[in-house]
Structures are given as structure tokens and as C-alpha cells.
């Protein structure tokens, strides 16, 4: 993983859009350039299109990020394009369209299959070929998800974030650990019990960890540091005697 110190002149060369996909550059946002492997690449036939992933981040912790994030379909389309090498006439040519489909879509001016990702995914995806245009693809995931994660402290599943890329037509499922990871690796997301596989983890939002920072009491810094020194399973005991605690004191 690499920091880069001048993110305007590296976000100027760059081929494709930055995870994950902001219509503009946050103020102050640091970038880092991430290479990993599928997650789930054991289990893959050789040379799987989505084998590893190459992706410029946004470090969401040099910033003060929104929630839920706003991703945006028409910067994920163009970054997916331009990860591609093709124009529009090209790419539109590539997935049966017109056009002026693409036009309109990567302009903001028509929502794809009227604001529905999942089947854009199914649309786009057979031609993520490589690191560069499988990390451009996760914008596009990213797109299906982060909108729907609304709650800035609540805690999320990683299964909780793969079911929201299933739907009744459209099955993206096995794309959630990649997605994980990269919320991970940008500090959008906290994991709070490390699993493996990554759907069987929990995370809270950074933006929730730091909300709660803002209004900590004294000894709150000497609790978190004991909560990290703890095991996945004695930390997940803790919380919930902490829930069974608030739940008695409010039947008080």
C-alpha cells in the first residue's frame, strides 16, 4: 500500500476513478494506491478475471467523510471505462448499447436500468478483466452498498453487506469479501472481530468510531485500549455484557 504526499497531480493521472467513486475529491483527502488478492481466490479456477484488484483509495481518515457515503454511478462508469482503454462508442459497442446510452449515463442525465446497480453490474462485469478494471468494478459494488449503510455507529456483518449485493435477478455476492477489503483498506469501515472468511466478521463506520471520540468521557481512551488488547471472542463477550448491562439499567 503506498501513500501518495501530492494527491491532486497523482488524482490527474490516473486511469479510472478513486474508491469510492465521489463525484469531487473530498477536501484534504490523502490517497493511497492499493494491490490485493481476491479474498476468495483459493476457490477460484487460474486466471480468474477477478483475481486480484488494483485500486486508487481515498484515506478516509485524513478527512472529515460523509455518511453513508456518496458514491456516484456516473464517476464509477467513467473510471470503469477509462480502466478499459475505450471510448465511448467502444465500450457501448462492448455491451450492446448506443452511445448515447453511455453518454447520458456517465453525464448524470439517466440513471442505469432506473437507478438499479445490481443489473448494471451484470452488465458491466464480464469485461473486469485484470487488477485495474476488477478495481475500477468495485466502485460500482461499492455504489450498491455504501448508500444503503445509513447508520454511522451501528455495527454491520459481512454478511449484511453481501446480502445487500443479492437481489431476485442479480446475484454479486461473492464480490462483498473484495468490497470488504477495500472499505477496509480506505478506513471506511473498522473491523471489530477478525473472521475468515471476511462475510463473518463485524465492522462499525470509522465516521461513527470518531463521532463518539468527539464526545468520549475521560477514562473512554483507557477502555478502547483494553478492548484492543483483547481476543476476538473475549471482546464480542464484553460487548455483549455491556448490552445486558444498558438493558438492565434502563429497567431501572
Not at 504526499?5 to 497523482?10: I, L, R, V
Not at 475529491?25 to 494491490?35: E, H
Request: with cysteine; aromatic share 6%; hydrophobic share 45%.
Amino acid at each position: 500500500m503506498t501513500l501518495f504526499e501530492d494527491p491532486e497531480e497523482t488524482a490527474r493521472r490516473v486511469r479510472g476513478a478513486i474508491f469510492p467513486a465521489y463525484a469531487s475529491r473530498p477536501a484534504d483527502a490523502l490517497l493511497i494506491r492499493s494491490t490485493f488478492l481476491n479474498p476468495l481466490r483459493t476457490v477460484m479456477p487460474k486466471g480468474h478475471p477477478l483475481a486480484s484488484f488494483e485500486l486508487l483509495m481515498y484515506q478516509h481518515d485524513s478527512f472529515a467523510a460523509e455518511w453513508p457515503l456518496p458514491v456516484d454511478v456516473p464517476t464509477a462508469l467513467r473510471g470503469f471505462r477509462s480502466s478499459l482503454g475505450m471510448s465511448q462508442v467502444k465500450f457501448a459497442q462492448a455491451l450492446g448499447l448506443s452511445r448515447v446510452n453511455i453518454e447520458r449515463w456517465e453525464g448524470g442525465h439517466a440513471k442505469p436500468f432506473r437507478g438499479h446497480v445490481h443489473t448494471l453490474l451484470s452488465l458491466v462485469r464480464p469485461l473486469a478483466v485484470g487488477p485495474l478494471p476488477a478495481g475500477q468494478l468495485l466502485n460500482l459494488v461499492a455504489a450498491a452498498v455504501c448508500p444503503k449503510l445509513t447508520r454511522p455507529a451501528a455495527t454491520y456483518s459481512g454478511s449484511q453487506i453481501r446480502d445487500l449485493l443479492i437481489d431476485r435477478r442479480d446475484d454479486h455476492g461473492d464480490l462483498a469479501p473484495a468490497l470488504l477489503s477495500a472499505l477496509v483498506s480506505s478506513r471506511v469501515l473498522i473491523v471489530l472481530d477478525e473472521a475468515d472468511p471476511e462475510v463473518e466478521a463485524e465492522y462499525i463506520p470509522a465516521v461513527g468510531v470518531r463521532t463518539l471520540d468527539r464526545s468520549s468521557e475521560p477514562w473512554d481512551a483507557e477502555v478502547r485500549s483494553i478492548a484492543g488488547r483483547l481476543s476476538p471472542e473475549d471482546r464480542k463477550m464484553w460487548m455483549m455484557l455491556g448490552e445486558r448491562l444498558s438493558r438492565a439499567q434502563g429497567s431501572e
